[in-house]
């Protein structure tokens, strides 16, 4: 199998204050994976978290919405977890869409933090990440 990886989506985007923005955590080359937790950091000073969705790579392949996002606005984290032991995914897809409202100015990286990809047997996943950045006029 290839490597599993997490991606944001857009890597690099221009908004304009008071405008909202939505990110995409993308999976791609996933083999029997059950679980995906990571940390979501960003800039609280440029950006506000409002929503995250579930997106439909989950409920494609039959697992119940299982989205959790823990957020900790002062220090610009989110906590994600998602995923169901017992029912393995397969291949790439949206896993879930975040929305953020900018409120400052300046730019913002959009970074994936300890990333945690396990497998059927609660055995880690290595995965690569590429992270997203977006600058706020």
């Known amino acids: ?22 990110f995409t955590l993308q999976s791609q080359g996933f083999s029997s994976v059950e679980r995906v937790s990571l940390t979501l950091s960003y800039d609280p000073a440029v950006l506000i978290f409002k929503q995250a969705i579930e997106g439909p790579f989950w409920t ?12 900790i606005p002062n220090a610009g984290q989110l906590v994600i977890q998602m995923g169901q032991q017992g029912k393995p995914v397969q291949g790439g897809g949206t896993l879930a869409s975040l929305v953020f409202e900018a409120t400052g100015t300046g730019a913002s990286h959009i970074h994936i933090q300890n990333p945690t990809v396990l497998g059927a047997t609660a055995q880690p996943v290595p995965v690569m990440v590429q992270h997203g950045r977006v600058w706020v006029e």
């Open 60 to 71: 494609n392949q039959h697992v119940a919405p299982s989205l959790t996002v823990s957020a």
């Open 1 to 22: 199998p290839g490597v599993s990886q997490l991606q944001i989506i857009p890597a690099a985007a221009s908004i304009t204050s008071g405008e909202q923005i939505s």
